[in-house]
């Protein structure tokens, strides 16, 4: 199985700072036929199902402010934040879909410092 | 609107058995594979089970393999988890997911979940 660890565990950051998360998975999740890494980003509020941010590593999902973006290839990624808003606390999910079972990093629980 | 909703959660002694179902309306349902991923108690997510979209091609967990069973009804537009032989373990929210494209396995969206708590 690939084993998917985030870091940090949580962190608090001031309203307008960047906030940056890493992933890391224990084997390559890039895929080379098509030069896409199968690791998805995903936002859970308190009391809400998750939602999807990015896929592929670095395509925001839809309705996602662009102020989230996703980078990295290989087995090490990163979510930032660029500019820390109220609205975006929560605990954020990474989650490789290379191969089956699709694992999830513990979360990172994101705070207003 | 895609809309997914999980029902047949509840309170279940260990060793017994519950059937979860998912409703989905808004898409095109046959065309997607689909799947369960649970939530304990204030832990993180857990991808339980997919079911490819023709339903010949299914995935567990290990944790529930043997146990679960996963199936769908294109008909009913409905997706199904039944669950025996549960254990304490088993206790969390169980939600429905649909992936952002098919034959991907991110999901693009999810249900409001289903709540199964196994005590005695």
Same mark, same amino acid.
């Given at each position: 199985d690939i084993v998917v660890t985030q870091s940090p565990d949580s962190l608090a950051v001031s309203l307008g700072e960047r906030a940056t998360i890493n992933c890391k998975s224990?084997?390559?999740?890039? $895929?080379?036929?098509?030069?896409?890494?199968y690791l998805a980003w995903y936002q859970q509020k308190p009391g809400q199902p998750p939602k999807l941010?990015? $896929?592929?590593?670095s395509t925001r999902e839809s309705g996602v402010p662009d102020r989230f973006s996703g980078s990295g290839s290989g087995t090490d990624f990163t979510l930032t934040i660029s500019s820390l808003q109220a609205e975006d606390v929560a605990v954020y999910y990474c989650q490789q879909n290379y191969n089956t079972p699709w694992t999830f990093g513990q979360g990172t629980k994101v705070e207003i410092k | 609107e895609v809309q997914l909703l999980e029902s047949g959660g509840g309170l279940v002694q260990p060793g017994g058995s519950l059937r979860l179902s998912c409703a989905a309306s808004g898409?095109?349902?046959?065309n997607y594979a689909m799947n369960w991923v649970r939530q304990a108690p204030g832990k993180g997510l857990e991808w339980v089970s997919s079911i490819n979209y023709s339903g010949d091609i299914t995935n567990y967990a290990d944790s529930v393999k043997g146990r679960f069973t996963i199936s769908r009804d294109d008909s009913k537009n409905s997706l199904y988890l039944q669950m025996n032989?549960?254990?304490?373990?088993?206790?969390a929210v169980y939600y429905c997911a649909k992936p952002r494209h098919t034959g991907s396995y991110y999901f693009d969206y999810w249900g409001q979940g289903t709540l199964v708590t196994v005590s005695s």
């Open positions: 224990s084997q390559s999740v890039l $895929y080379s036929s098509n030069n896409n890494n941010l990015i $896929y592929w590593a | 898409f095109t349902f046959s032989s549960l254990r304490a373990e088993d206790t």
